[in-house]
T-cell receptor, first 113, second 110 residues
């Protein structure tokens, strides 16, 4: 089955700087890659996703890049703010409706004011 | 914002008891899921239903039994609770690729 590895497990960034979280996946048939943000005690919330037919997608301060050949994808957060502090999860699936998501192990991002 | 809701939010019970968690979504989605998040925050799929039909059944002890009375509801019944069942259980729903999570049920088994 699919295996998703995520690095780093913790990341501290000065406010205003950029943060990058990286994931690799094992199943070459995976073609849907969402990112979730989970604040303390809250539900995971979908913040951005990408399908394998595009290499990059951007939404304001967050962007995701995908390298399908190397089987890795990354989340980039620019101009970080204190409210970006949370645990971020990457995930992968084969991209059909009803497909299960396989999650990475999470990155705890702390923004230092 | 009650798109995907779960009850109860907290559940504290003793080993050996049987308990249920309920989930409801008002998004009109066809597919619903149960995930387990352990103490290390790892999120793992347990079950998935599409239009009341079980389509994903991961390696989960058969003490866990999901039930979907209709496509807007998915319940999880757990028999003979064990200490290792302590976790946060999230329900999610989807129509297409994007999955939306409920607020979670924190289950503590003592």
């Amino acid at each position: 089955g699919e295996n998703v590895e995520q690095h780093p497990s913790t990341l501290s960034v000065q406010e205003g700087d950029s943060a990058v979280i990286k994931c690799t996946y094992s199943d070459s048939a995976s073609n849907y890659f969402p990112w979730y943000k989970q604040e303390l005690g809250k539900r995971p919330q979908l913040i951005i996703d990408i399908r394998s037919n595009v290499g990059e997608k951007k939404d304001q301060r967050i962007a995701v890049t995908l390298n399908k050949t190397a089987k890795h994808f990354s989340l980039h957060i620019t101009e970080t703010q204190p409210e970006d502090s949370a645990v971020y999860f990457c995930a992968a699936s084969r991209g059909f409706g009803n497909e299960k998501l396989t999650f990475g192990t999470g990155t705890r991002l702390t923004i230092i004011p | 914002d009650t798109a995907v809701s779960q009850t109860p939010k907290y559940l504290v019970t003793q080993m050996g008891n049987d308990k249920s968690i309920k989930c409801e979504q008002n998004l009109g989605h066809d597919t619903m899921y149960w995930y387990k998040q352990d103490s290390k925050k790892f999120l793992k799929i347990m079950f998935s239903y599409n239009n009341k039909e079980l389509i994903i059944n991961e390696t989960v002890p058969n003490r866990f039994s999901p039930k979907s009375p209709d496509k807007a509801h998915l319940n999880l019944h757990i028999n003979s609770l064990e200490l290792g069942d302590s976790a946060v259980y999230f329900c999610a729903s989807s129509h297409g690729l994007q999955q939306y999570f409920g607020p979670g049920t924190r289950l503590t088994v003592t």
